[in-house]
């Protein structure tokens, strides 16, 4: 199973900025932080949060604070090609596994595929 979305924001962040939840996460340094909309809510783990990592353009970027109710922060700081509407692979070959995503959250993998919120488009592919 893949779980595919977009990139919705950018911003530029300077050193020590917080971001998401409770300012868990201050930049170190200049950071460049994408938003995608994905979050608990649609089945995307709290548990993850400090662990998980998504592929941006080839390359990955690892999961900034808190992960949200609706969203997600990824620092996507030298990673050439990223703009607003970048496809962003949430689960899959190019960044976790749901097996990787199972064990850092405790879990199984069976637990993480059915958790799959109903807001996420499925798409059959032979």
Not at 18 to 24: A, F, Q, T
Not at 50 to 61: I, Y
Not at 65 to 87: A, N, Q, R, Y
Not at 93 to 106: F, P, Q
Request: hydrophobic letters at 35%; charged letters at 20%; aromatic letters at 4%.
């Amino acid at each position: 199973m893949r779980v595919v979305t977009k990139i919705a924001s950018l911003k530029e962040l300077p050193d020590g900025h917080p971001v998401s939840y409770n300012r868990r996460y201050r930049c170190g340094g200049a950071r460049r932080i994408a938003v995608v909309p994905i979050g608990y809510a649609d089945g995307y783990r709290r548990g993850l949060t400090g662990q998980a990592r998504m592929a941006v353009e080839g390359r990955t970027a690892p999961v900034a604070g808190t992960i949200c109710m609706d969203h997600t922060m990824l620092d996507v700081t030298g990673i050439p090609g990223v703009t607003v509407g970048s496809p962003v692979e949430v689960m899959g070959e190019s960044s976790l596994s749901a097996s990787e995503m199972a064990r850092l959250c405790g879990t199984i993998p069976y637990e993480i595929l059915t958790q799959v919120g109903s807001r996420i488009p499925r798409v059959a592919v032979d």
